[in-house]
């Protein structure tokens, strides 16, 4: 009986937990099995649009039943940036008049041909600066002759909601100033409670053959939150977000000057890919030249991310897996995606292939389109049961997938730097450059000559993090961003042997006394890159003391003395040789510059609203807006001109 019963009872353990396998097996394919259900009703007609608007509502109503959610909360914020570009040139050289520079710079942009809008422009002779509801059009160049010969007062109507701002940001093309209005609330406590109030995007196209005295000639106006826009030669990419609340479905307006044009169903196309959320986004295109307007409509989820290309626009969004939202989950396989929606803008708008990936992006360097390939950084995250417990941790993970033009995955690499994230990318022709972080700063040197078949070719460890990579020629990137959260770190890389990456320079701005940071950390537009003078220019917040007499009397004795706390608000310039160098730097905001204007002996802690520098010739101009926020408010903003040479200061203008 023993000896029976010595192999009924392995014989159950090998059964019971084949039994377990195959169920679970079940269970994790039950998602894909889904997923595939809805391809299937979409067969053959993958790019559909509606009929009506209760075809929108049941769709919408069907996928929330199946999911089993209710609404989002309104007005995640979202960003919308644009992609990668392969030439890191900032500066133009071109053939024109001898009263118009030949060398000056622009928008530092990642795709060549594709421009970005901004607060401050140039096109060699002005400079154009867009402030709250003002933009200043500035005569700069000769520098000597440099003042501002006219004004734009954008007046908005804040009657009907004080909470509002709008961000303004600027295009220049020939002739035309393009003003692109965002609106935006202070804050997520501005919106009032089960109130969704409609936002509206504005833009302005300004002819400005005469720069002092622009012509406001053309007004479009588009129903729905500004995600982001892009500009190739004479035409402007918008895309804008209108969310869908309850049960109600409100296509968007656009307005041509007076005339109203409406979004029909028909306008709107939708695919099997759901989501937690849904949004109406238009992407609307503009010819400011023949004042012509082309439009599409898509239902998604709240959209995260945008690449642009010459040909394609790359709309992305982030699929929240509800698993999240259960008790019993297998996330390894019920995961989180980004969805992939390529639009082919060569001629009007067609929505030609969409895809998935697991994970999320960072933000617009994660992706890039080469060689007739899209590709795309994200992390995951997983669950794991830690070690001799029961406990289930989240795990992020990195990823690297190559797609082709109807966004299918030929090729991918998994699992790279297991529990730390991506902080930066940077993808340059066949190679991607990868930053992830937990403790230290991984840079990974990634090949995808092989589209199938991508590799970690070498990678470097060292303290810190970067959060963006500036590509200056094929063997050298330089990296912002930060060692000990207190500083900036600016680092060199030496990537010309890929198998080993080194840090051959690096410069740290900052300590735990004088605090620093730059709005490149977050921002890739504050940087300028001068490749013909291999010139380099940040700007900073730096924070700082100083021992001042508590008491001077008349004679001029000292009584007492105290610690006053300031900022300073500075530009520096950087040279680039055998290894980094500070030049010098740009002063707008100092003591001195402080005590001028606040004459109480109290701490000044300066917020700066907008930092930008350019070139023109040989003319460096620095651009703060800046201001104390305690007290009685004080505002500094000022143009510096020096001479980028000898960093000699010409002149300066105060707003």
């Not at 389109?369 to 049961?385: C, M, P, Q």
């Not at 070690?387 to 997938?401: A, K």
């Amino acid at each position: 009986m023993k000896q029976i019963f010595s192999y009924i009872l392995p014989a159950l353990l090998i059964g019971i937990y084949l039994t377990g396998i195959v169920i679970l097996n079940l269970q994790t394919q039950k998602v894909e099995v889904e997923e595939q259900i809805n391809k299937e009703k979409f067969k053959g007609e993958l790019f559909r649009t509606f009929n009506s608007i209760e075809e929108i509502k049941s769709f919408i109503t069907n996928y929330r039943t199946q999911l089993r959610i209710h609404d989002v909360l309104p007005f995640v914020e979202s960003t919308l940036d644009f992609a990668s570009r392969q030439d890191h040139f900032t500066g133009y050289l071109l053939s024109q008049s001898d009263s118009t520079p030949s060398y000056y710079s622009r928008t530092n942009i990642q795709v060549e041909g594709v421009d970005e809008p901004d607060a401050v422009k140039t096109d060699g002779k002005y400079i154009y600066i867009s402030y709250k509801e003002r933009i200043l059009i500035i005569k700069a160049y000769p520098a000597a002759e440099a003042k501002i010969i006219s004004e734009i007062k954008l007046n908005f109507d804040k009657k009907s909601n004080s909470s509002l701002y709008y961000q303004t940001l600027l295009y220049v093309y020939q002739d035309k100033l393009i003003v692109i209005l965002s609106p935006q609330y202070m804050s997520m406590l501005d919106i009032p409670p089960h109130e969704y109030p409609t936002l509206y995007t504005i833009i302005l196209i300004y002819d400005i053959k005469e720069r002092s005295n622009p012509n406001l000639e053309w007004n479009v106006t588009i129903e729905g939150k500004y995600v982001a826009s892009r500009m190739i030669k004479e035409n402007v990419y918008i895309v804008t977000g209108n969310s869908i609340y309850g049960n109600e479905v409100k296509l968007p307006v656009i307005f041509n000057d007076n005339n109203e044009i409406k979004v029909e169903p028909n306008d709107v196309y939708y695919t099997p890919y759901i989501d937690t959320a849904f949004q109406i986004s238009l992407l609307v295109h503009l010819n400011v030249i023949n004042k012509m307007i082309k439009y599409k409509g898509f239902l998604l989820g709240t959209t995260n991310t945008v690449y642009v290309s010459l040909n394609n626009i790359y709309i992305t969004q982030y699929e929240f897996s509800s698993f999240w939202l259960r008790e019993n989950i297998n996330p390894n396989k019920e995961r989180d995606y980004t969805i992939i929606h390529r639009l082919n803008i060569e001629d009007g708008i067609k929505y030609e292939a969409v895809g998935k990936v697991p994970g999320f992006v960072l933000n617009q360097f994660s992706m890039d389109e080469y060689d007739g390939y899209f590709r795309i950084a994200t992390t995951s995250l997983i669950v794991e049961t830690k070690l001799f417990s029961s406990r289930e941790i989240v795990i992020p993970i990195n990823n690297v997938y190559i797609l082709n033009m109807n966004l299918e995955i030929v090729g991918k690499i998994e699992g790279i730097e297991k529990g730390e994230r991506i902080y930066a990318a940077r993808f340059v022709k066949d190679k991607c450059y990868l930053v992830t972080f937990r403790v230290m700063d991984p840079l990974s040197v990634i090949d995808l000559s092989n589209v199938r078949k991508p590799k970690i070719l070498g990678y470097l460890k060292i303290p810190g993090f970067s959060t963006y990579l500036h590509p200056i020629n094929e063997t050298h990137i330089i990296g912002i961003g930060q060692e000990n959260w207190v500083n900036v770190k600016i680092s060199l890389f030496d990537v010309s042997n890929f198998n080993n990456p080194k840090e051959v320079s690096k410069i740290v701005i900052g300590n735990y006394s004088n605090i620093a940071s730059s709005e490149v950390l977050r921002n890739h537009k504050a940087f300028l890159y001068d490749s013909k003078r291999k010139l380099f220019i940040l700007p900073f917040l730096i924070s700082d003391s100083k021992i001042v007499p508590t008491f001077v009397s008349p004679s001029g004795v000292a009584y007492g003395y105290e610690q006053i706390f300031y900022d300073r608000v500075i530009f520096l310039v950087f040279e680039i040789r055998d290894k980094l160098y500070i030049k010098g730097e740009i002063v707008h905001v100092d003591f001195e510059e402080i005590t001028k204007k606040i004459t109480e002996r109290r701490h000044v802690y300066i917020v700066p609203e907008l930092m930008r520098s350019l070139f023109i010739e040989d003319f460096l101009y620095t651009i703060s807006f800046s201001y104390n926020f305690l007290y009685t408010v004080t505002f500094f903003n000022k143009l510096k001109i020096n001479n980028i040479y000898t960093l000699e200061e010409i002149k300066e203008i105060e707003f």
